[in-house]
């Protein structure tokens, strides 16, 4: 089955600063990519997604950029503000039924 | 306003014991999930329904039995209870079943004593 890897655990930059979260995975069948934010004793809240057919998408301060080769996306967020601190999740769908596959997840501090 | 709606927020059991994990979607979606996040263990994929039907199930014990009374409902069976089991429990939906957003409820955290 798929497997998701996410590079950091955590992560701090300044505010103001650009942020990048790394993923691998490993099922070449994967076409679907959604980003999850999870604030402290929240539930996870979508952010952003890219779909196979693309290899960047940008929402306002978030990018997506995927590498079919290499099997990894990334997300990055730019221009940094503190409110951006939380846990960040990639995942990956392959096959049907919408099976999200989720990385351990990047502990995102911003500080001022 | 949430639109996934999971009751009760906080349940704590006896080990051996039986709950039940409520689970009302709002956002008229024909597909629902139910997800587990633990301290061991990333968030994991547990079952999938489509139109009230088993579609995809990734728990390996059966103590675990999501039941579909309504479209819109999609609650968890979980019997004989062990510390293990503790986590807290995702319902997620989304309108179809192949690569499309998928929302979660704010979880129900479950502690076994």
């Known amino acids: 089955g798929e497997k998701v890897e996410q590079h950091e655990s955590t992560l701090s930059v300044r505010e103001g600063d650009s942020a990048v979260i790394n993923c691998t995975y490993t099922d070449t069948a994967s076409s679907y990519f959604p980003w999850y934010k999870q604030e402290a004793g929240k539930s996870l809240h979508f952010v952003i997604d890219?779909?196979?057919?693309?290899d960047r998408k940008q929402s306002q301060r978030l990018i997506v950029l995927l590498d079919k080769k290499a099997k990894r996306f990334s997300l990055h967020i730019t221009a940094t503000q503190p409110e951006d601190s939380a846990i960040y999740f990639c995942a990956a769908i392959s096959g049907s039924f919408n099976k999200l596959t989720f990385g351990a997840g990047t502990r995102l501090a911003v500080c001022p | 306003d949430p639109k996934i709606i999971q009751k009760p927020k906080y349940l704590v059991a006896v080990t051996g014991s039986e709950k039940i994990l409520i689970c009302e979607q709002y956002?008229?979606?024909?597909?629902m999930y139910w997800y587990r996040q633990s301290a061991k263990k990333p968030l994991e994929f547990m079952f999938s329904?489509?139109?009230?039907?088993?579609?995809d199930n990734q728990t390996a014990s059966s103590r675990f039995q999501p039941q579909s009374s309504k479209k819109n409902h999609l609650d968890l069976q979980i019997t004989a209870l062990k510390p293990d089991d503790s986590a807290t429990y995702f319902c997620a939906s989304s309108h179809r079943t192949a690569n499309t957003e998928v929302f979660f409820g704010k979880g129900t955290r479950l502690t076994v004593v």
């Open positions: 890219i779909r196979s057919n693309v």
């Open positions: 329904y489509s139109y009230q039907k088993l579609m």
């Open positions: 956002l008229g979606h024909n597909a």
